[in-house]
Each structure stands twice: as C-alpha cells, then as structure tokens.
C-alpha cells in the first residue's frame, strides 16, 4: 500500500500547491456550503438568500389580485418566463404557461435551492456543522482530487490481478499521472466551486464504482459507491451498464447460475434504488415534479435556450462536440498574443494520449502465443498446455467492449446537454468516462514507450498551463476570451 499512499499524498501536494491562495478561503461559488446548512437545518431550501446569482434554482411563490385570483387562486408557484412580447407570461411548477397581467399581482416570496446533484453537501456536513458558512470547498475538492490518484492507481492494479493485463507497477504510474495530471482532472482539482467540486467527487465513486464492479465481483460494494456516484453527477447513471453487462455478459464467457445471478442483480440495485427513490423524493419536495432536479430554474427559469430546448437536445451537439475536440487557442495581436477560449480546450491538446485507445497493439508475447496456438501439430499441444493466451484475449476483447459501451452511454448524453462547461480550461464533462478511456488504454497492447510518455508530458504541462492560469487575476485573465464555433440556425 506504499506506493497508493505516496500518490495520495504526491497528489494533495500538487493540487494545493496549483491551488494557492485559494487554499485560504472557500471559492465564491461554494454552492454546496449552502446545501450541506440547508440540510443541518432539516430542509431543503437555502436557509438564507445567496450572495450572487450564478446558477442558483429559483422560483417565485405570488400572491394574486383580482380575476387571476379568481380564476388561479390565492397564490401560484413558478417564474416568469420572460419571453420576448410577453412579459406577462407565468410558468407554474407543474409546467403550466398562464398570464398574469402586473395589476393582479400581490406579493412576491422568492425560493432558492442547489440544484446539483446533492451528495457532496452531505459529505460536507460535518464540515459545515464545525465552521458554519466558511467551510472550504477547495480543500475539501484538492483533498477527493488527491484520493482519485491513489484510486486510479489501485483499480490498474487491481486490472492486473484479474488478469487484464501484465503491465509493472511503473507502466500504471504513467497511466496514473496520465488521469491525475494530465487531463482536466488537474484543472477540476484546485478550484472548488459545485462545478468542480461535483465532477471531483464523482469521478472518485465512479473509480470506486469501476473497482468494485469490474467482472461483477461486488455487487453490494458496486451498489452503494455507484449511488454516490450518480447522487453526485447525474451523468453517471448511464454507467450502469458497466455492472449490468458483466453481469449479464460475463467476460469470461461462462454463463452465470440462476440464483448466482439473481443474488448480484440485486446486491446491486437495491441501492441504487433506494438511494434513486430518495432523489425522486427530493425533486417533489423542492419543485412539486419527481423528475424535476432543478437546472430548469437556474436564473429563476429564464435562461432562453433551456427554455426553449430542455437540458438535452440535438440543438446542441455542434456546439459541445466543438468544445470537445476541435476548440483550439487562436493567436492575437496583443500580449499576451495567444487565448484560449472559456468554453474549454479540446481533448487533443489537454490529453493527447488518451487517443492511442484507438490504436491497441497485441503485445510481441501474446502474438507469438496465439499464432504457436493456430498452428498444427504437437508442438501446438505443447503450446496449448502452458498458455492461456485465447480465454485471456476473449476476456479483454470482451471488458473492452463493454469499456467502449460505457463511454458511450456516459458521453452521448452530455454532448447534447445543454452546457459546453463553461467557464473552462478544458472540457470538464470528459471527467466523467475519462477513467473508462485510461482503463481501455491499460488493458491494450500498446507498452508505454517514450513516445507514449511525452504524449502525457504534454498533456501534463498542457493541463498545468490551464491550472496556473485559469481563473486568475491580473495578466492571466487576458489569456481567455468567449469564442467558439457559430450556433446553428433555428
């Protein structure tokens, strides 16, 4: 366990040393503060009005006059939508367009809630019931940043063990700095603020997800931490299919016994049912839908392309992919002569190497193995007799197609969310099936060769770039501007 530790550890100092001064005081956006209070206080509205208005749920209890109190009665919930020419439209909770003319409106009580995922405020109650409002989410975000290190490393051992793979410990360190420092992981790390925060603490029961669930071997263990992971980004339910496929599709090949089966299904939805259940409960208590988490009310519900495009729509997959994989700095003609833009970085720069997936070699001894295997005679008997090259290939062809399954289950959604991530360095959504491309790229063939290392010092010093930088005062402001592809016509 030496070697977990000395990440952990190698990991906290990085991230706190790139964090700074932030380390001082909790992030202006420490939305999850808020929550975990609301929560010691047994409910869940803010218990005092927050002090800026960014991505903050609303809505509006109003008192009503006249015809409209006839007609609606003495008081509605919802928001006005404030659409153009017509300032009188009102939007109730249950979905409801209705006017409201100024004359017939009472007064006005307005409900403030988080609607992130809420796991992370539970874990910071504790911390919030001992400092009260300035507990510090950045520590609190550099500390589960530095236990993904320690997590990442162990699930690529852990990969070794049941025999996917043989690489040494120094290979899974690479592929660990890899997911640590590397990828948007080290930008998430030393902010704080909920965006972060929740991507931080997701990816870290995701990676526990990951281990407990690879081959279906802990269900329970599997269950619980997979709640969290999807209390904490909603995202992270459509990693289910990680578990369920395994189980239902082992990567052995051998079949499962009936009532083996069944006790895993259940070991692991139980859980997740329950804590899913819970969440339902939860959306009805703060906005009156089960289905309803809240992003609809940011900015009291005005936000226009929620409005008229739901959370998830095609409308918005130019826009992300953009984001995601071709965004690139352009140059100017004043210092500091190169920008980046705040709707994030693509992939080919901040990670280069998580790339080589698309490119697995077969190692030199498997291929020497499988063609001895191929051939006739005794010698392939010989050959037969001491190598377990095929079941072994069977089952890595099998993880990695359930790999690739995940990564698409997860991404799909989030292309067509209706948010690049903005404000970013790089596109922070990756985080969420990022460990399942680093697992893919540990259980190919491809060695970590000196081209492979300086495809992740590049993406390390890429990374470290956007972590000095982003989010900075001063002359490292200057290196962001708000540019991306055009929008395509309505």
């Known amino acids: 366990m030496r070697t977990p530790l000395v990440l952990f550890l190698t990991g906290f100092a990085v991230f706190a040393a790139f964090a700074g001064p932030r380390l001082r005081i909790h992030s202006a956006d420490n939305h999850f503060v808020y929550l975990a209070d609301a929560f010691l206080h047994g409910q869940t509205e803010l218990t005092r ?20 109190r006839e007609k609606h009665g003495e008081r509605i919930e919802g928001f006005f939508t404030r ?20 004359a017939e409106r009472g007064s006005t009580k307005t409900h403030y809630y988080v609607s992130f995922p809420p796991f992370p405020a539970v874990l910071m109650m504790p911390f919030v019931a001992m400092a009260g409002y300035g507990a510090n989410d950045v520590v609190f975000t550099v500390f ?24 040494a410990d120094g290979e899974n360190v690479w592929l660990t700095v890899l997911f640590a ?9 030393v902010l704080g603020q909920v965006w972060f925060t929740a991507l931080v603490v997701g990816a870290t029961f995701n990676l526990l997800y990951m281990y407990f669930a690879l081959d279906a071997r802990r269900p329970l263990l599997a269950g619980l931490v997979f709640a969290a992971a999807f209390s904490s980004r909603v995202s992270l339910i459509f990693a289910a299919v990680f578990f369920y496929w395994q189980l239902f599709f082992p990567n052995d090949g051998r079949r499962r016994e009936r009532g083996d089966l069944v006790r895993r299904f259940v070991a692991f939805s139980a859980p997740c049912l329950v804590v899913g259940v819970m969440l339902l409960v939860y959306n009805q208590v703060r906005f009156d839908k089960l289905t309803e988490f809240g992003h609809i009310y940011l900015a009291g519900g005005t936000i226009e392309r929620i409005r008229d ?22 140059f100017v003609s004043e210092a500091p002569y190169v920008q980046f833009s705040k709707h994030g970085l ?34 392939s008997d010989e050959v037969s007799a001491t190598c377990d090259c095929a079941p072994r290939r069977t089952a890595h ?62 993406g390390v010093i890429v990374n470290a770039i956007g972590a000095a930088t982003f989010k900075r005062g001063g002359i490292a402001a200057k290196f962001y501007a708000d540019y991306i592809a055009e929008e395509p016509r309505r």
């Not at 509006?60 to 006249?66: I, N, S």
């Not at 236990?147 to 690529?156: G, I, P, T, W």
């Not at 077969?362 to 006739?376: G, P």
């Open 309 to 330: 495009f739901g959370l998830f729509h095609p409308h918005f997959l130019t826009r992300n992919l953009t984001a995601a994989f071709t965004l690139m700095p352009r």
């Open 83 to 102: 659409r153009a020419g017509k300032p009188d439209q009102f939007r109730t909770l249950a979905g409801d367009e209705i006017e409201i003319p100024r």
């Open 346 to 379: 693509s992939m080919l720069l901040t990670t280069p190497a998580i790339f080589l997936v698309l490119w697995p070699r077969l190692r030199r001894h498997d291929t020497r193995c499988e063609r001895a295997v191929a051939a006739d005679g005794p010698a």
């Open 144 to 167: 589960f940043a530095a236990l993904n290190v320690a997590l990442m490393f162990l699930l690529l051992q852990r990969l070794r063990r049941q025999g996917y793979g043989d690489r």
């Open 49 to 68: 009005k927050p002090h800026h208005g960014n991505d903050w749920a609303s809505y509006d209890t109003l008192e009503l006059k006249g015809a409209s």
């Open 181 to 189: 420092f590397g990828t948007v992981h080290l930008g998430c790390a």
């Open 397 to 458: 062809k099998r993880l990695s197609r359930v790999l690739w399954i995940t990564v698409a289950a997860v991404a799909i959604p989030i292309f067509m969310y209706q948010n690049t991530g903005w404000e970013q360095f790089g596109y922070r959504f990756a985080l969420d099936f990022l460990p399942y491309l680093v697992v893919l790229l540990a259980i190919g063939g491809r060695r970590i060769t000196r081209t492979v290392k300086t495809l992740v010092v590049i």
